[in-house]
């Protein structure tokens, strides 16, 4: 059985250009596959890269529009602190203004003191 086997191997090995042939036929074969798997590669590579650029981009959108919020959100807070101070100062001039009128009204005399609606009486009463 060995015997048998053994003469192709013979008949090739005396035959070079037959094993050339073979050989050159293999590493063809190899060639064509690994050159697609490496064109699969890189057309994954590419729609990956496609994919991570469309994310890239989108998540600088996101990062603008926050930006913008922010901005706006901090010019609102300027205004609204501007606002109360404004608000503070108008209500601490009126403030003195309401201590004079009650220090004007506790000091009055008798004769400047005289019966007042019950009504008007809790209204002026109720005033800062």
Do not use: C
Request: neutral net charge; aromatic residues 6%.
């Amino acid at each position: 059985m060995l015997k048998l086997l053994a003469t192709p191997f013979t008949w090739l090995l005396r035959n070079p250009a037959i094993v050339l042939g073979l050989a050159l036929g293999g590493l063809w074969l190899w060639h064509g596959w690994r050159t697609a798997s490496l064109e699969q590669t890189i057309s994954e590579t590419r729609a990956n890269l496609t994919t991570a650029q469309q994310d890239r981009d989108r998540a600088r959108q996101a990062a603008q529009s926050y930006q913008d919020a922010l901005a706006n959100a901090q010019y609102e807070r300027e205004q609204t602190e501007l606002a109360i101070k404004a608000l503070q100062s108008k209500l601490g001039a009126n403030e003195s203004k309401y201590d004079q009128i009650d220090v004007d009204i506790r000091g009055a005399s008798a004769q400047q003191d005289g019966p007042v609606a019950p009504v008007l009486r809790q209204t002026i009463e109720a005033l800062p």
